[in-house]
T-cell receptor, first 113, second 117 residues
């Protein structure tokens, strides 16, 4: 069964600090992995998308890494800001069905001043 | 582009009533997705369309749920009759490509918050 597990479930950090969120998956065959940011009361917004051959992808202060061998991904946030407070969702897609992505439960990040 | 547009943004109804949620995807996108999000179950894919044709509706919880896409710029998700356990946020998303391509990125609407009393 395809699964995506994210850790930690929630995280509280101080403004300006760095943090790393984890995503482990068992989706196979693998096509791509995406990280979304979801602010409270809003829809998810794509941060990064990585295919099998990509190891790292950056979007401003957000850097995602992918290890397709171990089926692990991480999202690193540098110099956190209060606006980074949100839920971060890892989504993995197989290459057999465009719509059947598997969603993680998300990590809720709170950045405090 | 205004992005994915959903209406209404909030809906409160009584059990047994019919509920219709509406979505306008981003112009030019070939794929449209309906999701449901709850605290207990997270984001769940209900159904998706490609070129207005339903491709996979295996996520639709039961016969009370139905979705249509009469044209490339409009889709509806209908619940009849509604039940309290249908209370959730319903998102519509659209994308411009297939899995494995950059165009596959899904753009989500703001969601419809449904409360069934």
């Amino acid at each position: 069964k395809n699964q995506v597990e994210q850790s930690p479930q929630s995280l509280i950090i101080l403004e300006g600090k760095n943090c790393t969120l984890q995503c482990n998956y068992t989706v196979s065959p693998f096509s791509n992995l995406r990280w979304y940011k979801q602010d409270t009361g809003r829809g998810p917004v794509s941060l990064t998308i990585m295919t099998f051959s990509e190891n790292t992808k950056s979007n401003g202060r957000y850097t995602a890494t992918l290890d397709a061998d171990t089926k692990q991904s991480s999202l690193h946030i540098t110099a956190s800001q209060l606006s980074d407070s949100a839920s971060y969702i890892c989504v993995v897609s197989p290459n057999t069905n465009a719509g059947k992505s598997t969603f993680g439960d998300g990590t809720t990040l709170t950045v405090k001043p | 582009d205004a992005g994915v547009i959903q209406s209404p943004r909030h809906e409160v109804t009584e059990m047994g009533q019919e509920v219709t949620l509406r979505c306008k995807p981003i112009s030019g996108h070939d794929y449209l997705f309906w999701y449901r999000q709850t605290m207990m179950r997270g984001l769940e894919l209900l159904i998706y369309f490609n070129n207005n044709v339903p491709i996979d509706d295996s996520g639709m919880p039961e016969d009370r749920f139905s979705a249509k896409m009469p044209n490339a710029s409009f889709s509806t998700l209908k619940i009849q009759p509604s039940e309290p356990r249908d209370s959730a946020v319903y998102f519509c998303a659209s994308s411009g490509g297939l899995a494995g391509t950059a165009q596959e990125t899904q753009y989500f609407g703001p969601g419809t918050r449904l409360l069934v009393l």
